[in-house]
């Protein structure tokens, strides 16, 4: 089946630091990706869509010149928290759409540590 | 912004119970997915249901849109320790070209 990965799947940076999040389909191209944040024992809350070639979409109270996104190809997307703080820290997870638009694939999950 | 309201929010059970999870919206979506996740992972695709009343069965999970395809339940029967993880239903608006997730179910079952 389609996978979509995403590298890191572990990552501690430090305060004040900026730090990418890929987000690949590794077997499909996907014009539409999403950005998630979760927290432990909580829901997926949407960041952000991105399409390729275009300028992504945030959702309300998501600030995107913190969570920059940046989605050049059809197969990769990538996220980019600038400046980092601990409150920053996180599950990030990744999902991509196929270009027919059927089916959302997630990608595994990146946790993001800032100290 | 459309909200899905997914209850219980936890739940505990016995191995061998049976159980009803619900996702409940005053929109409606034109499919709507439902999701496993494992702590550390990413969520896995259990089902799409797309028709208003709509019943889908995999082994012993079934799933249920509500004709209006503003609700839908997932029913585990007799289930197993292996059945234990977070479970999210998601409806999508293709108008919108994303989806909202409820939630979330933490499901633990006991041996």
């Known amino acids: 089946g389609a996978v979509v990965s995403q590298h890191p799947s572990r990552v501690i940076c430090k305060s004040g630091t900026s730090v990418k999040i890929e987000c690949r389909s590794l077997?499909?191209?996907?014009?539409?990706m999403f950005w998630y944040r979760q927290f432990p024992k909580q829901s997926l809350m949407l960041m952000a869509t991105s399409n390729e070639g275009s300028k992504a979409t945030y959702e309300q109270g998501v600030e995107k010149d913190k969570f920059l996104i940046n989605h050049a190809s059809l197969t990769l997307s990538t996220l980019t928290v600038t400046s980092a703080h601990p409150e920053d820290s996180s599950f990030y997870i990744c999902s991509a759409r196929d270009l027919e638009g059927n089916t959302i694939y997630f990608g595994e999950g990146s946790w993001l540590t800032v100290v | 912004t459309q909200l899905l309201e997914q209850s219980p929010q936890f739940l505990s059970i016995q191995e061998g119970e049976n159980l009803t999870v619900y996702c409940n919206s005053s929109?409606?979506?034109?499919?709507l997915q439902w999701y496993r996740q494992e702590p550390g992972e990413g969520p896995v695709l259990l089902v799409t249901v797309v028709t208003g009343g709509e019943v889908k069965k995999l082994k012993r999970l079934t799933f249920q849109f509500g004709d209006a395809r503003k609700d839908s339940s997932l029913h585990i029967t007799a289930a197993q320790p292996g059945d234990t993880g977070l479970y999210l239903c998601?409806?999508?608006?293709?108008?919108?070209?994303?989806?909202?997730f409820g939630d979330g179910t933490t499901l633990t079952v006991k041996p």
């Open positions: 998601a409806g999508e608006d293709t108008n919108a070209g994303k989806s909202t």
């Open positions: 077997d499909f191209q996907a014009t539409t």
């Open positions: 929109s409606v979506f034109s499919s």
